[in-house]
């Protein structure tokens, strides 16, 4: 079942596609992870998936229908997005934050509701940042922050949430802590995620459903097991790898085979 998809669509920047008549299914539900190298398409889609860019051909559907004829306040009530690297106004706590994302939900002349409180703190409460409402978001260590705007993005209560390299500039031990977070939040919440990513082992561990792209086209789509396999990870990326399972997890795990110590 997917609530989002895409269907044959190109997607660029001016007269410049850069997504060419891409068929992309996203499962609900589940988790999905973007991959595939610098410059091949992934941010362009999902900018398109949340309405940002507009295809030159085809089309992005959302159950059923054409997202741009949805009204933006309904796509905002049903899609939230965490953009790459966001920057907080100065000042800003992590309540005045998260409460942001309330903003679809408003209503002319109405105020503050419940519900609006309790969408809040339930978000504080999911991401454990309750401790921290009070502090200012700009003061914060990176996976603090990085927890704040997925709150935001909870507060927004949407049932699909797209994340744009949510770990980006994070240490492995914060991007460790976004990436369970979101599991949780699909575990227990049942969010449909969808995230560009670019280290392949952290996307086969925490995505149930995998996009490969390279040069603005879907090279291979499926389960981890199905998309990371030594042949289409060296016609994605280029590169000679072994893929070996997780001892951890099961899940695949990518391997280059160049580097120190090794031998033609």
């Known amino acids: 079942m997917s609530r989002l998809e895409t269907r044959k669509a190109v997607i660029g920047y001016g007269d410049q596609p850069i997504v060419r008549g891409v068929d992309v299914h996203v499962p609900d539900g589940r988790i999905t992870a973007i991959v595939g190298p610098n410059g091949c398409g992934k941010s362009t889609l999902?900018?398109?998936?949340?309405?940002?860019?507009?295809?030159?051909?085809?089309?992005?559907?959302?159950?059923?229908?054409?997202?741009?004829?949805?009204?933006?306040?309904?796509?905002?009530?049903?899609?939230?997005?965490l953009p790459q690297a966001p920057i907080a106004p100065a000042g800003i706590t992590v309540?005045?934050?998260?409460?942001?994302?309330?903003t679809p939900h408003q209503k002319l002349l109405r105020p503050w509701s419940d519900s609006d409180e309790t969408a809040v703190l339930s978000a504080l409460h999911s991401t454990n940042l309750t401790p921290l409402q009070e502090a200012v978001?700009?003061?914060l260590s990176?996976?603090?922050?990085?927890?704040?705007?997925?709150?935001m993005a909870l507060a927004q209560d949407t049932p699909l949430m797209l994340l744009d390299e949510p770990t980006t500039y994070l240490d492995i031990?914060?991007?460790y802590e976004v990436l369970d977070l979101l599991h949780r939040l699909n575990e227990r919440q049942s969010r449909t995620i969808v995230m560009v990513v670019h280290?392949?082992?952290?996307?086969?561990?925490?995505a149930h459903h995998v996009i490969a792209m390279r040069d603005g086209e879907v090279a291979a789509a499926g389960a981890p097991e199905d998309v990371f396999t030594?042949?289409?990870?060296?016609?994605?990326?280029?590169?000679?790898?072994r893929v070996f399972p997780d001892p951890v997890t099961g899940t695949p795990i990518v391997v280059p085979s160049g580097g120190p110590g090794h031998t033609q």
């Open 46 to 81: 999902l900018r398109a998936l949340v309405r940002l860019l507009t295809p030159m051909e085809g089309s992005v559907v959302l159950d059923g229908e054409d997202i741009h004829r949805i009204p933006t306040k309904n796509v905002a009530q049903m899609i939230g997005l």
């Open 95 to 102: 309540k005045e934050l998260v409460a942001r994302g309330r």
């Open 137 to 139: 978001v700009d003061e």
């Open 142 to 151: 990176g996976g603090q922050r990085q927890r704040a705007w997925i709150a």
């Open 173 to 175: 031990s914060h991007q």
């Open 199 to 206: 280290d392949l082992d952290q996307a086969a561990r925490y």
């Open 230 to 241: 030594e042949k289409i990870v060296s016609e994605v990326f280029d590169i000679d790898a």
